[in-house]
């Protein structure tokens, strides 16, 4: 049997939001990011007990693809940060299962094969999806997390590399001080690189700071539209 992997970050306390959808995110130690399977069936709008409840309504409604069945099937158990005593783990889900689950709920409601009550999980599916990207996903519980202190420089380009095939339509961060000169949001061949960013900035950042922190900025080999995201103080800071 495998051992139990920890999480290293991530708490009740720092859940991944979506507008005021809350979902409590984790950071294992192998660098999975995970979220809560209690949590993921709340998002959608299941009010229930039964901790089942989504893993039976993916396995049991035609329309779910085999790769979402297997990975709602498969829950990932852990031990959070703050586990102790006999409900020392937790199971979850690998988090872009998430975004996966949420896309065919909203085809399925659009081919008109959902019940009243599932109907609803189709408005809050398309409330998150229109939230976040696969990969804005992974920036998001970074954030909320903290592991965005620890994690690579490189990370957009280790997330290229390693985990998807074709350049997501938004990549997107919630970032501020942290977005600063030592940290890359573009992969190597620049061929992936931001497109969404919200920026908040403490009170005392200057100017020069400011520029600085807008990551957003580059020389990009397409024309995609880039959208920054941040206050009216700081937007006249930046044109001042």
Known sequence: ???MLRAIYGSDKTPLRFGNL?????VLEDGTRVLSR????????????????LTRFVTEKNGFSP?????????????????????????????????????????LNRAGVLNEIQQQYAVFADIIVRSVA??????????????QYERENDALQNIKEHKYGKIPEYIGIISG???????????TDYAWHLTHMIMSASDTSSGTN???????????????HLTLYTSNEIQKELYA
């Open 22 to 26: 809350e979902i409590p995110c984790y």
């Open 210 to 224: 400011l520029v600085q922190y807008t990551r957003l900025c580059g020389c990009y080999n397409d024309d995609i």
């Open 67 to 107: 790769e979402i069945v297997a990975g709602v099937s498969h829950f990932i158990p852990f031990i959070r940060p703050d586990a102790g005593g006999s409900q020392s783990a937790t199971n979850g889900y690998e988090a872009t299962t998430l975004i996966d689950i949420c896309n065919a709920i909203i085809d």
């Open 177 to 187: 001080d942290l977005a600063n000169r030592g940290q890359s949001f573009v992969s």
């Open 134 to 147: 696969k990969v804005g996903i992974i920036a998001l519980i970074d954030e909320a997390t903290g592991y």
């Open 1 to 3: 049997m495998s051992k």
């Open 38 to 53: 209690s949590g993921m069936q709340r998002a959608i709008g299941y009010t229930g007990r039964s901790g089942e409840m």
